[in-house]
Structure formats: structure tokens, C-alpha cells
């Protein structure tokens, strides 16, 4: 995903304008750099993780197709949808207008006030796990409603929880945000160190997540059609040779 190479392109820029050390050792204008680059990966993440997520709902979609769909799920589907295009709408809102006039974002020395950034990213942070949960126990209902045998049930769902172990992530990120509330807004660009790591984690995780489901078919189809084939022709060339 383009945002997510975008998004890492940046945090390593930001390494060498000082990101890891204290915000009051940094050259005025490594801070001014910093803040801007910040600013834009706040947009970055956001539309990323909404994309990752919107993609997670419309496999679902294909998945269990239309003619399969019983109402509780159609409305449960779009009621994802919607909660996650609000949660966009939402912390865009509050990143763009958290200071006024909304340059202070990224030049804090101009006249005028801002919000707590703290409380931005646990506003982020919350409803993305909310989300995430939404996510993970939607399909389970249908999966269990298939016609097939309990073991089979069984797999598929350990196949989607374990796919969708992202929500691992979210919490982390949340309850390293709710510890460090506080000093986000002191010194951002050294104690904002352990949310990033989460974040940057967040996206890339949630995608391959996403794809795991459908990689199992490939997966099945590689074992069954080279792999099995393959180890067949090594054994019969081995016992070839011995005898």
C-alpha cells in the first residue's frame, strides 16, 4: 500500500532531524521540520488505516456473497462501513482544527491556542479498536452457520482470528497512548517514540491480516498441485538411485 511506504519514508527522515531525542535538544529549526513532517503522517495513517480497514469489509462482502446474506449482517456490514468512514471524517476534523489558527499545528510560536494531543490520539485510538472488534466477530456468526463439520468451523475460525490478530495492535497502541497522554504534549518528539512504533505497526499488520484468509486457498492450491507433486518426483528419484 502506497500510504504505508509513504508513511515509514517519513518517520526515517524524521530520525535524522532528531525524532528519539529530548524535543529541547533539537535545533529550532530540526523542531519546526519535525512538527511539519508529524502533521502529515497524523493524515497519512489515517487514511491508510481507514483503506486497510475498508478493504477488510468488502472481502467480507465477497466472501459471503449477497444471495447468502441475512439482514442482521448486511446491516451490521454498512453499520462497519459507516463507523469507520465516521472515524475518518472524525479525526481528520481533529487534526486539522486541534490548534487556531491551524498553522500553530506545525508553528507553535504563532499567537493563538491548541488542543491536548494526548486526547487526539486516544479519540483515534478507541473507536480504531472498537472497530477492530467489529471486525473480528462479524464474520464468525456465518462461518458458524455453514454446512460443514464443527472441526472444519473450527479451522476457518482460528483462520480469521489469527488473521485478524491486528486488534493486538490497536490495544497496544491505545494503552501506550493512555500511559503517555501527558508527556505527548511536553516533549513529542521523544516520548511519542513508543505510540509510533505501534503505529507504524498498525497498517502493515492490518493489511497482511487481511490477506491471510484468502492466501490459504493459495496455499492449499501450491500443496496439492506442486509441492505434493514435487516431494512424489524427489522419492521416486531417491529410491531410483538406491536401487
Not at 503505529?199 to 484468502?214: D, F, H, K, N, W
Request: with cysteine; glycine share 6%.
Amino acid at each position: 500500500q502506497p500510504f504505508v511506504i509513504v508513511e515509514f519514508s517519513l518517520i526515517f527522515y524524521m530520525l535524522s532531524l532528531g525524532l528519539g531525542r529530548h524535543i529541547n535538544t533539537l535545533p529550532t529549526e530540526n523542531i519546526a521540520e519535525s512538527l511539519i513532517v508529524i502533521y502529515v503522517i497524523y493524515f497519512i495513517y489515517d487514511i491508510g488505516l481507514f483503506l486497510t480497514k475498508e478493504s477488510a469489509l468488502f472481502l467480507f462482502s465477497r466472501v459471503f456473497t449477497r444471495q447468502a446474506h441475512t439482514s442482521w449482517f448486511n446491516y451490521g456490514l454498512w453499520a462497519a462501513h459507516a463507523l469507520n468512514i465516521s472515524w475518518l471524517l472524525g479525526i481528520i476534523f481533529g487534526t486539522v482544527f486541534m490548534c487556531d489558527p491551524v498553522a500553530k499545528n506545525y508553528i507553535p510560536s504563532l499567537d493563538g491556542r491548541c488542543g491536548d494531543t494526548g486526547a487526539l490520539w486516544i479519540g483515534s485510538a478507541v473507536p480504531s479498536v472498537l472497530i477492530d472488534l467489529i471486525i473480528l466477530l462479524l464474520p464468525l456468526p456465518k462461518i458458524w452457520g455453514l454446512q460443514m463439520s464443527i472441526a472444519k468451523k473450527s479451522g476457518i475460525t482460528l483462520v480469521f482470528v489469527l488473521g485478524y490478530c491486528v486488534i493486538i495492535v490497536s490495544l497496544g497502541r491505545l494503552i501506550t497512548v493512555v500511559k503517555s497522554a501527558d508527556a505527548l504534549n511536553r516533549d513529542l518528539t521523544y516520548e511519542g517514540v513508543p505510540a509510533l512504533f505501534w503505529l507504524c505497526a498498525e497498517t502493515p499488520i492490518t493489511l497482511t491480516s487481511i490477506c491471510l484468509p484468502p492466501m490459504m486457498s493459495l496455499a492449499r492450491h501450491l500443496t496439492q498441485n506442486y509441492f505434493y507433486p514435487l516431494s512424489s518426483r524427489i522419492s521416486s528419484l531417491v529410491n531410483s538411485q538406491r536401487g
